[in-house]
């Protein structure tokens, strides 16, 4: 089964900290995704990364960065954190495989509550 | 750009009875569709999805959804509810300028009691 692990299911964090959110995956897939989810509004897209050193913008990039210096692992930075990144973040990947069927394995998920 | 819409914020059923959660799409070109479920403090887990052939889809858990391309939607069923489908159910898109870039939509929950 594929497996992708976040590293922290719970966070708090103080008003303008640095915060780091790591995802690991372990099927060698190439594609992986952040998202955060915030009741009434869905999952919306963060950033996501289709190779390594790879990065690409998502609906909502404004406030975080990426890092993919690994196949394996993606994580997401949160350079200063504010109160309305208060949220669950859930990491997703894909490979070639289901390219073509958009099928997404995610992780359980990071709840980051921001004081 | 790609969207989809779920109308209902809750689905309320009652177990053995037929359900239907809403979805309507808008996208260029053929969409590709998928169903998501999350349980209680877990991610998402893959339910089904529409590319292309038979408008009736099957997927896990006894769930089926209908391809209507006239009307735009993909509504998910299943002809018996129980409790343990009690959870949240995402619609989505796949975003058509390629990869695995899904559009998600805000969510049904669906409560089935007893």
């Known amino acids: 089964d594929v497996k992708v692990t976040q590293s922290s299911r719970y966070l708090v964090k103080r008003t303008g900290e640095k915060v780091f959110l790591e995802c690991v995956q372990d099927?060698?897939?190439?594609?992986m995704f952040w998202y955060r989810q915030d009741p009434g509004l869905g999952l919306r897209l963060i950033y996501f990364?289709?190779?390594?050193?790879?990065?690409e913008k998502g609906d909502i990039p404004e406030g975080y960065s990426v890092s993919r210096e690994k196949k394996e692992r993606f994580s997401l930075i949160l350079e200063s954190a504010s109160t309305n990144q208060t949220s669950m973040y859930l990491c997703?990947?894909?490979?070639?495989?289901?390219?073509?069927?958009?099928?997404?394995?995610f992780g359980e998920g990071s709840r980051l509550t921001v004081l | 750009a790609q969207s989809v819409a779920q109308p209902e914020d809750q689905v309320n059923v009652a177990e053995g009875n037929p359900l239907t959660v809403k979805c309507t799409y808008s996208?260029?070109?053929?969409?590709?569709l998928f169903w998501y479920v999350q349980y209680p403090n877990r991610g998402l887990q893959f339910l089904l999805k529409?590319?292309?052939?038979?408008?009736l889809v099957k997927g896990s858990y006894g769930f089926e959804a209908e391809f209507n391309k006239s009307q735009t939607s993909f509504h998910l069923k299943k002809p018996s509810a129980l409790v343990s489908d009690s959870a949240l159910y995402f619609c989505?898109?796949?975003?058509?300028?390629?990869?695995?870039?899904?559009?998600f939509g805000t969510g049904t929950q669906l409560k089935v009691e007893l």
């Open positions: 997703a990947s894909s490979g070639l495989a289901e390219q073509n069927t958009g099928e997404l394995f």
């Open positions: 099927m060698d897939h190439e594609n």
């Open positions: 990364s289709y190779d390594v050193k790879m990065k």
């Open positions: 996208v260029s070109g053929n969409p590709y």
């Open positions: 529409y590319i292309t052939g038979d408008n």
């Open positions: 989505a898109v796949r975003d058509t300028g390629g990869g695995n870039k899904l559009t």
